[in-house]
């Protein structure tokens, strides 16, 4: 069963570095989002990505963000200057447009020290 | 303002405990409504969507339902492998993005 993978599951930075998170949407699929969960928290939506551009983003998704579909199988999200308050879990999702089903990654938790 | 409501917060229950979980919301627009679970640490898994009213869907020991203001998750005779946080999610715009709700975490005990 195809499956939404992300790398790596753990990331641990220092304040103020640029961290690449790193995703594999469903190969059919042609919508892409990144959401966040903070511990303890709602999942928050971060963006939304189709046909090489970004379609939606939230308050959250300010000029420290940035996404990008390097080639035909990755999707990533850039964080430049990491702070404190962005250690959460990063969650890649994409979608099946015809049934309007999004699939979820299994997170990569990011850890600013 | 849209809102959304997961109740109850937490819920424990033993095995073979059925029992429901609700999603009530007031949400403008609506174009989907999502149940999503979520084990410790992991990504949300995906359930079920319904569109409009009086839609059901059913999975294994889950059964979702829909009305104008409020979903359901049924959990019929559930096991303990049935624990876990399930997410109530909706979709209001072009886009697909979702909005979650706090979720419901479910403890079922032997």
């Known amino acids: 069963e195809p499956e939404v993978t992300q790398t790596p599951s753990h990331q641990v930075t220092q304040m103020g570095q640029e961290v690449i998170l790193r995703c594999v949407p469903i190969?059919?699929?042609?919508?892409f989002y990144w959401y966040r969960q903070i511990l303890g928290q709602k999942v928050e939506f971060l963006v939304s990505f189709y046909n090489n551009e970004i379609s939606e983003k939230s308050e959250i998704f300010d000029d420290q963000f940035s996404v990008e579909r390097p080639d035909g199988s990755n999707f990533t999200l850039k964080i430049r200057s990491t702070k404190l308050e962005d250690s959460a879990m990063y969650f890649c999702?994409?979608?099946?447009?015809?049934?309007?089903?999004?699939?979820f990654g299994p997170g990569t938790r990011l850890t600013v020290t | 303002e849209d809102q959304v409501t997961q109740s109850p917060e937490a819920l424990r229950l033993q095995e073979g405990e059925s029992s429901s979980l609700n999603c009530s919301y007031t949400v403008s627009g609506l174009r989907g409504l999502f149940w999503y679970r979520q084990d410790p640490g992991k990504g949300p898994e995906f359930l079920f969507t319904l569109y409009s009213a009086g839609e059901e869907k059913e999975k294994e020991r889950l059964k979702a339902t829909l009305t104008k203001k409020e979903s359901f998750l049924h959990i019929t005779a559930p096991k303990p492998e049935d624990s876990a946080t399930y997410l109530c999610a909706w979709d209001t715009g072009g886009g697909n993005k979702l909005t979650f709700g706090t979720g419901t975490q479910l403890k079922v005990e032997l």
């Open positions: 999702a994409s979608l099946n447009y015809r049934v309007g089903e999004q699939y």
């Open positions: 190969s059919n699929h042609l919508y």
